[in-house]
């Protein structure tokens, strides 16, 4: 258990729908990253928060958004969603504000039907 | 673009066996190369690599960096069925006041009795 815990573990819902996945870091952390993963792509960055400021952006579409909250958790929303959005999407967190060593989530794996 | 090639995609060995993962990339500003083992759902942390020929090891995994080549490899020795997994590599490199990590598509090590 990484001390990451992301909610819900699995989604499904249609396309146009909009969600949000919920994680919590490990306690002390400050940094939160989003990744998407999907079977062709791999581990895709999305963005990085910092102690509630966003610190790094990926390949994060415009339908997509985050924040981090005071109390350090984090959330994803993905709207207008498409099939494409299909995928498992995974919360990790670290203590420093550049990368190193990431703490991951389980994942909330979203199928969008 | 950034990428991180790993090879091969997928390996089937028996127990006892010896494994070499190989991990090539091409980043602007490297700052590190990591593996990552992913069982079921999260990546968790393996090795951190900074400096060129030294090798990082844990138990039966160990780990080299060449900065000339622009690789990496992780070997596995007296592998078990435990080592099937994926096993991803990433390079963290520095961009616009940030650190990001590119991962690799990894490689699905199958470990048989």
Not at chain 1, 80 to 86: C, K, M, N, V
Not at chain 2, 1 to 11: A, G, T
Request: charged share 20%.
């Amino acid at each position: 258990d990484s001390g990451v815990t992301q909610t819900p573990k699995h989604l499904i819902t249609a396309t146009g729908q909009r969600v949000t996945l919920r994680c919590s870091p490990r306690s002390g952390d400050l940094s939160v990253y989003w990744y998407q993963q999907s079977l062709d792509q791999g581990l895709q960055f999305l963005i990085q928060y910092y102690n509630g400021e966003e610190r790094a952006k990926g390949n994060i579409l415009e339908r997509f958004s985050a924040q981090q909250f005071p109390d350090l958790h984090s959330e994803l929303n993905l709207s207008s969603l498409e099939l494409g959005d299909s995928a498992l999407y995974f919360c990790a967190s670290n203590r420093q504000m550049n990368t190193g060593e990431l703490f991951f989530g389980e994942g909330s794996r979203l199928t969008v039907l | 673009e950034d990428k991180v090639v790993q090879s091969p995609l997928s390996l089937v060995v028996h127990e006892g066996d010896t494994v070499t993962l190989n991990c090539s990339y091409e980043v602007t500003n490297f700052r590190s190369l990591l593996w990552y083992k992913q069982e079921k759902k999260a990546p968790t942390f393996l090795f951190m690599l900074t400096s060129s020929g030294i090798e990082k090891k844990s138990g039966r995994l160990s780990s080299i960096l060449d900065k000339k080549e622009l690789s990496s490899i992780l070997n596995i020795t007296a592998t078990q069925t435990g080592d099937s997994a994926i096993y991803l590599c990433a390079s963290e490199y520095s961009g616009a006041g940030s650190y990001q990590l590119t991962f690799g598509k990894g490689t699905k090590l199958s470990v048989i009795p």
